[in-house]
T-cell receptor
Framework: ETGVTQSPTHLIKTRGQQVTLRCSSQ?????VSWYQQALGQGPQFIFQYYREEENGRGNFPPRFSGLQFPNYSSELNVNALELDDSALYLCASRFGRETYNEQFFGPGTRLTVL | GNSVTQMEGPVTLSEEAFLTINCTYT??????LFWYVQYPGEGLQLLLK?????DKGSNKGFEATYRKETTSFHLEKGSVQVSDSAVYFCALSDQGTGFQKLVFGTGTRLLVSP
């Protein structure tokens, strides 16, 4: 059974650019959540996708957007990058929308904005 | 809103010492509580969880008890190993409209020396 994978591992962008991060969920999982983890902080919830629709969002501006595909893989897109967007972006997948179903996290994508 | 507070690190211990990492929470209702561990360069792994008051979660020698009266979920281990060196995150489940998310503390780094 393949776990949650994310690509790329590392990414360097400049202010104002756009970035797309990718996540392949674990087999059988239909819910994907994205989290932003700034250096020295805990992860912050960005949004959740369930069956290809966004059904929950944290305190992030609209320039953070996403997609979930029929195979339940997902993308996180960030437009107009700012220096504060530098962080580790974590994807987590699970079956169903409830958090009592264990979430499995990927290794993350480290984004650096210069 | 719901929040989690963890003791600041790093916590530095010698091998075989007793470990306590304090975690308290603020929440409406009765969230599920979790401890996640993050090893260097990796994503988050669920260590243990408790879904209701007085439940004890345990795994790999770690344990934590859901204390509603003190709103706490302290992590303990009787004898730590060098391989336990990692960052530990306390988290709770937060109910949104039609979705649930995890709210994390800021993490506590544990360093175990031989």
């Amino acid at each position: 059974e393949t776990g949650v994978t994310q690509s790329p591992t590392h990414l360097i962008k400049t202010r104002g650019q756009q970035v797309t991060l990718r996540c392949s969920s674990q087999s059988g999982h239909n819910t994907v959540s994205w989290y932003q983890q700034a250096l020295g902080q805990g992860p912050q919830f960005i949004f959740q996708y369930y069956r290809e629709e966004e059904n929950g969002r944290g305190n992030f501006p609209p320039r953070f957007s996403g997609l979930q595909f029929p195979n339940y893989s997902s993308e996180l897109n960030v437009n107009a990058l700012e220096l504060d967007d530098s962080a580790l972006y974590l994807c987590a997948s699970r079956f169903g929308r409830e958090t009592y179903n264990e979430q499995f996290f990927g290794p993350g994508t480290r984004l650096t904005v210069l | 809103g719901n929040s989690v507070t963890q003791m600041e690190g790093p916590v530095t211990l010698s091998e075989e010492a007793f470990l306590t990492i304090n975690c308290t929470y603020t929440a409406t209702g009765y969230p599920s509580l979790f401890w996640y561990v993050q090893y260097p360069g990796e994503g988050l792994q669920l260590l243990l969880k408790a879904t209701k008051a007085d439940d004890k979660g345990s795994n790999k020698g770690f344990e934590a008890t859901y204390r509603k009266e003190t709103t706490s979920f302290h992590l303990e281990k009787g004898s730590v190993q060098v391989s336990d060196s990692a960052v530990y995150f306390c988290a709770l489940s937060d109910q949104g409209t039609g979705f649930q998310k995890l709210v994390f503390g800021t993490g506590t780094r544990l360093l175990v020396s031989p």
